[in-house]
């Protein structure tokens, strides 16, 4: 009779894509000596604290 068996980690990616980078999107237009500019805004912060999911399987 053969018995087998195993341990491992396992990782999960169920996030929300590019929540590691910074996105920017474009805002109102700007008047900088009377020419007009378009603007860009930080429109979500990259998330600092983000991990790898473990799953611990044994």
Known sequence: MKVRASAGLLGADAITPYRFL?????????????????SMYTAAVPNATLTWGKHTLI
């Open 22 to 38: 910074s996105t920017y999107a474009y805002g109102d237009k700007v008047m900088i000596g009377g020419n007009s500019y378009p």
